[in-house]
């Protein structure tokens, strides 16, 4: 393994200095972390996911399952990276991952031996037979030694972005089918953007030698392109989902040229893109070839060994056996023996084209027919095959493998939406299904693997993709590669079309003017796939005795053929069963690689043929994203909006604790009432039931209601009649579901005989201005009314207590405020500083007690107009928690109780109705089955042993019962009464026990406390309600 | 992700919307006391593969609710329309 002297597309001019588990090694600008391993001899890179294994690298792109890393350190530390996708970049720290203490001695490699015990389903049958004790106990040893890297715990403090981007059609993938379609949609005027997943474009162009043709034609077409406005290339971003509405999910990691991104800088871009058409130009995967020790370091795609050499001027061998099974290898084959390896090819057809062989003779390659690999010998790097022959088993001297199974279309992306894709047996691979208006397809995706089919099918798709967004507009097609070179100047249709239909392999000159064959589509057979499928079925025979050469289906999951036998003869035939009980195509790699072996085992197995069997779904993400990208910016604070009333500020200039309630922030209680919640809320309880409390309520659902109907429309939506409410009164009202059951309460006041304020209670606000919407316009929309949504136009706030009246007068002296003028339930609307002030005399607290509503941005200052005027009578702020509490004592029902699922009878509440009907839910609402017997009724509870405190959520039983189950209700609410000296609460108990003066035991299962008391009724103080009219 | 083309509003995201439930449901009149009606409108559901009627509202924009024709395999939109237009 070493770094030629010269070719590569890397800038020997740029050295970058990186870390491999602490080791300082250079590589140069336009390295993979994969290519610069390599180069500087790096062949073991980590340890296996199951048996700790000794990996290496083994592919040169996304398809990678053996050379994951961790990079990073501290709360940059992101596991499981493909180093074959990871940018070089000064400075970058790189682990290897799985290995304890060391990747050259990992004690754990001790799991191999343990293999007849990690087969598959493995966890299923512990967790289900008579293990299952027994796995209570080295749980923790198998927990540790399986799996992959690990997260670092320390916030990320990298930024991260979300952008929308928009296209008239966007290209996936930049390879020669891409390119020629970026460049006809371009030339047509369409908006168009190419993503490569690739910090360089070009696709398996890039794997060509440096000198070659195809160099010269890709700076073509990138001159071409970016004299094109229209069109934008993004490089570094991977297409990772599609979605409904033709919108791809796209990642972009920013190249920054360090390892870290600099300052200001956000590490990843997610961007939805929307387009308005679709080319997929996703290429295709090469297949490996399965046999004993496959997984040894030295053993990669004959596809990468090529990008390794070309791209990146790295000779992975000098001494290299070629495994195939069809043409395409060759091209790999005849660049290594050019840059002096010693190559020899095993074939495993029993007749390779004519032309290939001469070609490889010439070359002075080995090539031996009806030869395939039995085994690898070697254990941290492969030093030999043993090849197994009609004339008998041969081993061959080697350091590099390079294998080639043929190829799989990458048809992920365009399988995302549901379509399934339908297998080509011509090209034994599965190609995209019929896809949706605006997507096409072109190139390897296709199944067609030569370069000027896919150059004339990228053209194509570019020109309809364009055309089908309403921009046509001829564009002369890019002179092809190798389509030049049969038929100089033509671009007669029907000999394309015949080269694609019948990729038979075709000639290209060779730079000394003579004819060579271009081994680049991959004539298969299905020699692979039958001798695979024996294989398993022998592994199957053998069973354990294959322990020591274990054949690996999927390697990053540690899935061997045994594992598929064994799965087999389980009955887990399905693929999808295969899957979840190998674990097959789960890892971080998600099968790219193996998945495809598999299936044709299990068809194999079954004898059945491989699109019978089918494939399992795709699902985005195509390649890993991290969670970081997905959050963008809505992290910490900005995970959601957050609301604040008017006078936020104020309550936390004033030492006010704030708690969420959905999007809003709300005093919970003030820290100069007590040193914890506890303490305050019972301080504040009795500050507003002995002097006077102000209380901060603008969260309130607020709905301004107009219209000739507006009464009419009232009358229907709430249980209660509104119709002939006087002007000046206000109304507590409760609205139901159209299935009966509560769905908010609130205070109605009339402006005017046909203007209504509504209030909603703040959880509730944009349910029910939804509703009274959806009510307009789809129900009624003959009544005239109009609802608007004015929560956030004012301030609202609340002083409560024995005071409350002193301070009002105090605060605004020039307004009558008399019993007369504003008496329970009245309104006043006047004016303060000539903006509309409205006073509503109502209370939630059972005190004498006022809601004062003001536009918001007087709030402060009538807030603070209030705590001064209020200062001489005790005037004190207090907070939700002690709101919450006050209102218990009185009985009043709120959010706990109205939980949707409780009825008007529930709740006490029926007599509201009366005899009215024509109101939204009232049907429904009498229902035989809400008058059950078993249906819950609000009670009191009243603790009956001093001191102990009633749990909300408390399950409640009947003393003696055994406490199981649901018993027979629960504390929706509770809180110490100071007034009464006793724990209080509210309940929902089912109505054939909710008889005042039983005893009752209230369980609380999570701190195990059972707790007596009494049923009492839910209004604890002031039944009469003296407090309130004075 | 569904566009959907607000009338009022144009082309916007799925998010911007509320789902509002089958709009082919017949709702009975207000003071209708018919229990199997109220009883269909609440809780009989077709389950279509294909075309389905539904409400989305547009709540972070025009605030209108809007019928919706959806094919329930594709999620591809044949019409909207606002639902006042659909009553009139």
């Avoid at chain 1, 992975?316 to 190559?343: M, P």
């Avoid at chain 1, 003779?361 to 030093?383: D, Y």
């Avoid at chain 1, 971080?588 to 004898?607: E, I």
Wanted: glycine share 10%.
């Amino acid at each position: 393994m070493r770094r030629l002297a010269i070719g590569g597309r890397i800038d020997r001019s740029q050295q970058i200095e990186f870390t491999f588990d602490g080791r300082a090694i250079t590589g140069f600008r336009g390295d993979t972390l994969a290519s610069a391993l390599l180069a500087n001899g790096v062949r073991l890179v980590g340890r296996s996911f199951k048996y700790h294994r000794p990996r290496g690298i083994y592919s040169a792109g996304p398809e990678e399952p053996n050379a994951l890393v961790t990079l990073g350190t501290g709360g940059r530390r992101e596991p499981n990276r493909a180093a074959t996708t990871v940018e070089l970049a000064e400075g970058l720290v790189a682990e290897s991952q799985n290995r304890w203490p060391s990747l050259n001695f990992d004690a754990q490699g001790i799991n191999g031996l343990f293999a007849p015990f990690l087969s598959a389903g493995f966890y299923y049958k512990t967790f289900m037979g008579p293990t299952r004790r027994a796995w209570m106990f080295y749980e923790h040893f198998i927990r540790k030694a399986a799996g992959l890297g690990r997260a670092g715990e320390e916030p990320d403090p990298d930024r991260y972005d979300v952008r929308h981007l928009f296209a008239d059609v966007a290209v996936v993938g930049s390879g020669p089918a891409g390119l020629s379609a970026a460049l006809a949609a371009g030339g047509a005027g369409a908006r168009v953007v190419l993503i490569e997943q690739d910090f360089a474009p070009g696709g398996s162009l890039l794997s060509d030698p440096a000198d070659a043709e195809s160099v010269a034609w890709l700076s073509g077409m990138f001159a071409r392109l970016a004299e094109m406005p229209n069109v934008s290339l993004m490089t570094r971003t991977t297409a990772f989902g599609a979605y409904d509405g033709n919108v791809l999910g796209l990642v972009e990691r920013h190249g920054s040229g360090t390892a870290d991104p600099k300052q200001g800088q956000a590490r990843q871009t997610l961007l939805l893109l929307r387009a308005k058409s679709i080319v997929y130009a996703s290429g295709a995967l090469e297949r490996p070839l399965t046999f004993a020790n496959n997984d040894r370091p030295g053993i990669m795609l004959a596809s990468a060994a090529r990008v390794y050499l070309n791209r990146f001027a790295v000779l992975a061998g000098t001494r290299v056996v070629v495994a195939t099974d069809n043409d395409s290898a060759y091209r790999a084959a005849f660049d290594l023996a050019a840059a002096g390896a010693e190559v020899t090819i095993a074939d495993g057809r029993a007749e390779p084209i004519h032309e290939l062989l001469e070609q490889a003779r010439r070359r002075g390659i080995a090539v031996r027919t009806k030869s395939r690999i039995a085994n690898a010998l070697g254990s941290r790097s492969v030093r030999a095959v043993t090849l197994s022959e009609p004339g008998g088993p041969a081993t061959v001297k080697c350091d590099l493998v390079a294998v080639s199974g043929g190829w799989s279309a990458t048809v992920h992306l365009t399988s995302h939406l549901g379509v399934k894709p339908v297998y080509r047996e011509d090209m034994r691979t599965f190609v995209p299904g019929k896809l949706g208006a605006g997507l096409f397809v072109a190139g390897a995706v296709t199944g067609g693997f030569t370069r000027g089919g896919s150059i004339e099918e990228g053209h194509r798709a570019g020109a309809e993709a364009s055309a089908f967004c309403g921009i046509a507009k001829s564009v002369q097609q890019p002179v092809g590669l190798e389509l030049t070179e049969i038929d100089a100047g033509s671009h007669d249709n029907s000999l394309s079309a015949s080269l694609r239909s019948a990729p038979l392999p075709h000639f290209v000159r060779a730079h000394d003017g003579s004819h060579t064959v271009c081994p680049e589509h991959h004539r298969p057979d299905r020699s692979e796939e039958r001798w695979f499928a024996n294989r398993t079925r022998a592994g199957d025979e053998k069973g354990a005795k294959f322990a020591a050469g274990k054949a690996f289906a999927d390697l990053q999951m540690d899935v061997t053929t045994q594992d598929i036998a064994l799965a087999h003869r389980e009955g887990y035939e399905s693929v999808e069963h295969l899957k979840r009980y190998t674990t097959l195509g789960m890892g971080t790699d998600q099968g790219k690689t193996s998945n495809f072996h598999a299936l044709s085992a299990m068809a194999g197995l079954r004898s059945m043929a491989v699109p019978e069997v089918g494939t399992t779904t795709f699902r985005p993400p195509y390649t890993p994203v991290a969670i970081g990208a997905l959050a963008g910016r809505s992290i910490g604070h900005h995970y959601k909006p957050i609301r604040r009333t008017p006078m936020h500020d104020w309550h936390v200039a004033n030492g006010a604790e704030m708690l969420e309630g959905g999007l809003w922030m709300r005093p919970w209680f003030y820290r100069a009432s007590g040193r914890d919640v506890n303490e305050a809320y019972v301080a504040e309880m009795r500050l507003v039931r002995e002097a006077a409390g102000l209380m901060d309520i603008s969260t309130l659902g607020k709905i301004d209601v107009q219209g000739s109907d507006a009464a009419e429309f009232l009358d229907r939506v709430y249980v209660n009649a509104f119709a002939k409410l006087p002007v000046g009164r206000a109304r507590y009202g409760i609205m139901l579901r159209d299935d009966g059951v509560v769905f908010d309460d609130g205070t109605t006041s009339r402006l005017g005989e046909r203007h209504f304020f509504m209030t909603t209670s703040t959880a509730k606000a944009a349910d029910v201005m939804s509703r009274l919407e959806f009510l307009l316009d789809t129900a009624w929309p003959d009544l005239r009314v109009s609802v608007t949504s004015v929560t956030d136009e004012w301030a609202a706030m609340s002083v409560a207590g024995p005071n409350s009246r002193d301070i009002l007068a105090a605060a605004f002296p020039d307004l009558d405020i008399s019993n007369e003028a504003l008496p329970h339930m009245g309104l006043l609307e006047e004016k303060y500083r000539d903006r509309r002030l409205r006073i509503i005399r109502l209370s939630f607290s059972g005190e004498w007690a006022y809601e004062i509503y003001v536009g918001a941005s007087l709030g402060t200052e009538v807030w603070c107009r209030l705590m001064e005027a209020g200062a001489p009578f005790g005037l004190k702020p207090y907070g939700v928690e002690a709101l919450g509490t006050l209102r218990i004592e009185k009985g009043h029902v709120a959010g706990p109780e109205i939980d949707g699922r409780t009825t008007l009878d529930d709740l006490g509440l029926g007599r509201m109705v009366g005899k009215r009907s024509g109101y939204v839910g009232e049907v429904l609402g009498r229902r035989a089955a809400f008058s059950d017997p078993t249906r819950p009724r609000l009670v009191g509870l009243r603790g009956v042993e001093p001191g102990r405190q009633l749990h909300a959520g408390a399950i409640l039983f009947r003393p003696g019962e055994p406490m199981q189950g649901h018993g027979l209700g629960r504390i929706t609410s509770a809180t110490y009464s100071p007034t009464l000296d006793v724990w209080v609460g509210l309940g929902l108990l089912a109505r054939e026990s909710a008889v005042e003066g039983a005893e009752i035991v209230a369980a609380y299962p999570i701190t195990g406390q059972t707790v007596r008391a009494r049923v009492v009724s839910p209004i604890f103080l002031d039944p009469k309600g003296e407090r309130l009219h004075g | 992700m569904l566009r959907i083309e607000c009338p009022c509003c144009g082309p916007r995201d799925h998010d911007e919307f509320r789902y509002g439930g089958d709009a082919s449901a017949n709702r009975p009149a207000y003071d209708d006391p018919d229990f199997e009606a109220w009883y269909r409108y609440v809780f009989v559901r077709e389950n279509p593969a294909g075309l389905h009627r539904e409400y989305w509202q547009h709540v972070i924009g025009c605030r209108q609710w809007l019928v919706v024709e959806r094919d329930t395999r594709s999620h591809a939109i044949a019409s909207i329309l606002f639902a006042r237009e659909t009553r009139a």
